[in-house]
């Protein structure tokens, strides 16, 4: 038996006698001797059930439950009374009691109403999580978002030091979402993700200090597609409860994983479509465009020949709207044409440091603070310096845009398991799910001049590197962007 319990009696005798039965049972236990001692304790930590005494001054058990349950509302309390009739049972039953002890305490009675407690509150509890993972995958089109309420869900319902969901990405398991402590041992808990993949069952191994590492496979479209991992307390041993739990946020996760895919692919084909007819269509207006041009450059001439000041800077304005079209037309048509990608030994770092130099000049009169936290074992990569500096680039361009006057951009590269990841933070306004559902759409931006053309380009230079991206965002929280790239063998 697990849990803590919170013992409330004036009567140091019974405190002692309750302590010592309670603890022989495996539960943590905490006393205090009166309502006072009690609030502050339940202030101060959870609790999985509570034993108060009816007669206590100057406040009883029942107001002291009542008083309780305005901090934790769903801890069961057991009503503990020398005065054991029904009314009273039935009088703290209705005012929010679990149930009732009478004493002298039965040894039985005692145990099998704790048990009934503790078992009541955990399957309250794993309710309610399973139906907050539930609405989260209905409601949200983002698989990393699911899998971290799966991930941290899991944590809580089994009391597991950490969880951790992998997912199998050309053939290697990569993690990705995690809740809870970190872990000391990765290997452990990727050992157990893969012998749960090898097993199509969920298996539980032993990792160092006798930790215990209990994974479930996820199977999606027949297929392993990584596995949930968790990670119990050291000399802890998960029990059955935790195999089903553990089942069933798996499952949760697999469908997560499916639905992203089924988007992932009906959005590629839309906007493959898209693409192809705005490339026609940017083909077209090119031509016109440039003729537009110089005209609009000869009117200027002849305007600032003949002195009219407020013609010329019409003509200008004509000029620009002229640029800013053409500019659409190029984004347009390398957005349509498949990337050719041209690999060629990179250090990433070098490569985040001149992209920073670049954008320089959108710091001028700002109070914006560079944090840079680059990884020095980060290998030279096989990768296309030219189309990447465009990717980090415009992440950087959009942190800063995002802060305004002052704020925090961080720049950050990690090397980890044979991949690169490049993280882009700003402290800014953030954004909503609703644009971060349609951040890489065919010609959907946020900005008053934006082509929205520029994460859905950056994306696709990452995919065709075998990477990903992943956006973790909130309004007034600031975005977080990470770039995930395998390092592949560098070129001498």
């Given at each position: ?44 930590r ?22 309780v ?54 399957w ?5 999580r399973?139906r ?9 089109g ?14 809580e319902t ?13 053939g ?10 970190q ?24 990792g ?39 089942a ?18 009906l ?69 349509g ?5 041209k ?15 670049l ?32 990717v ?13 006057a002052?704020g ?12 690169i ?33 520029g ?38």
């Amino acid at each position: 038996m697990k849990g803590r319990v919170l013992v409330v009696d004036d009567d140091s005798s019974i405190v002692e006698v309750l302590e010592m039965r309670l603890s022989a049972m495996g539960l943590e236990v905490t006393t205090a001797r009166n309502a006072r001692q009690a609030l502050a304790a339940v202030n101060a930590r959870p609790y999985d059930v509570g034993l108060f005494d009816l007669r206590m001054e100057p406040t009883d058990g029942i107001v002291l439950m009542q008083d309780v349950h305005r901090t934790q509302p769903r801890l069961p309390v057991l009503i503990m009374t020398a005065h054991g009739t029904i009314e009273t049972a039935v009088q703290a039953v209705q005012r929010g009691a679990f149930d009732f002890l009478t004493k002298p305490f039965m040894r039985d009675e005692l145990r099998t109403k704790i048990s009934r407690a503790l078992s009541e509150r955990r399957w309250a509890r794993d309710r309610e999580r399973l139906r907050a993972v539930g609405e989260t995958l209905a409601s949200s089109g983002f698989m990393e978002r699911t899998l971290d309420a799966v991930a941290h869900a899991a944590v809580e319902t089994t009391e597991a030091d950490c969880c951790i969901v992998f997912l199998l990405e050309k053939g290697r398991l990569t993690p990705m979402a995690s809740a809870g402590t970190q872990p000391p041992v990765w290997e452990t808990l990727q050992g157990a993700a893969a012998a749960a993949i090898e097993r199509s069952a969920p298996t539980m191994i032993t990792g160092p200090e006798g930790r215990m590492a209990l994974a479930a496979p996820l199977f999606v479209e027949g297929g392993p597609a990584g596995a949930l991992v968790i990670e119990a307390p050291a000399r802890v041993e998960p029990t059955d409860d935790d195999f089903e739990l553990l089942a069933l946020f798996s499952s949760q996760a697999a469908v997560a994983i499916k639905n992203a895919k089924e988007l992932s692919r009906l959005r590629s084909g839309a906007l493959s479509a898209l693409g192809r007819m705005a490339t026609q269509v940017a083909h077209e207006l090119k031509n016109p465009l440039g003729g537009l041009k110089l005209y609009a450059r000869h009117l200027e001439q002849r305007l600032a020949t003949a002195g009219d000041a407020e013609g010329l800077e019409i003509a200008g304005k004509i000029g620009q709207a002229i640029d800013h079209l053409a500019e659409l037309v190029t984004e347009i048509t390398a957005f349509g044409r498949s990337p050719e990608i041209k690999r060629a030994r990179t250090d990433v770092n070098v490569l985040l440091n001149e992209c920073l130099a670049l954008a320089q000049d959108r710091m001028t009169d700002r109070r914006i603070e560079i944090v840079q936290d680059y990884d020095t074992t980060c290998p030279p990569a096989s990768l296309d310096a030219p189309a990447l500096r465009k990717v980090f680039l415009n992440l950087i361009l959009n942190g800063l845009e995002a802060m305004g006057a002052e704020g925090v951009l961080t720049v950050r590269s990690t090397f980890r398991d044979g991949a690169i990841d490049v993280l882009v933070e700003d402290t800014g306004c953030g954004m909503s799910p609703e644009t971060q559902l349609r951040i890489f759409d065919l010609f959907f931006t946020t900005k008053p001049n934006g082509t929205g053309l520029g994460m859905g380009i950056a994306r696709s230079v990452v995919d065709q590197h075998g990477g990903n991206m992943r956006i973790d965002s909130a309004p007034g929280k600031g975005t977080r962007v990470r770039v995930h790239l395998p390092v592949g063998e560098s070129t001498e």
